[in-house]
């Protein structure tokens, strides 16, 4: 009877040693799950203010290209800069550099050597470094004749 009983102890604690296990590792992946969200939620939650504050980049930048004025020039790198710090930006549209549809969008084909290499940039693109597009870059993109 002893012997049988102490069968049924040692079966019962290795039970509750799994049981034990599976719930530690449950509380693990709840744990960095909830962490993963609260980043996301705070990466994502300004995406409203980046929005908002585009089209005042977009001003300054065209205000830049015909004033060249230095003052400027420091603000628009500084505005830069910040917006970096916050995981956010620019898509490279450089003349030359290849078409990509996930990161610009085409507003003019005009005449070249090769196909789908932008040519020039009309707006700025910017997007989050995971990969997230908060507005696509405006592109004309060259088309071989």
Request: glycine residues 4%; aromatic residues 4%; charged residues 35%.
């Amino acid at each position: 009877m002893v012997v049988k009983n102490i069968k049924v102890k040692k079966g019962k604690e290795k039970e509750l040693e799994t049981q034990l296990a599976r719930a530690l590792a449950d509380y693990d992946n709840l744990n960095k799950r909830m962490e993963r969200e609260r980043v996301e939620h705070t990466a994502y939650s300004n995406l409203k203010l980046v929005v908002k504050f585009l089209p005042i980049i977009d001003m300054l930048e065209q205000s830049q290209s015909h004033l060249k004025d230095p003052g400027l020039a420091m603000t628009i790198k500084e505005i830069d800069e910040l917006m970096e710090s916050e995981g956010v930006e620019r898509i490279n549209s450089e003349n030359g550099a290849e078409y990509n549809e996930k990161m610009h969008e085409v507003v003019e084909v005009v005449d070249g050597k090769k196909n789908s290499l932008i040519t020039e940039t009309v707006l700025t693109g910017w997007k989050y470094e995971e990969g997230l597009v908060v507005r696509p870059a405006k592109v004309k993109v060259s088309k071989k004749v």
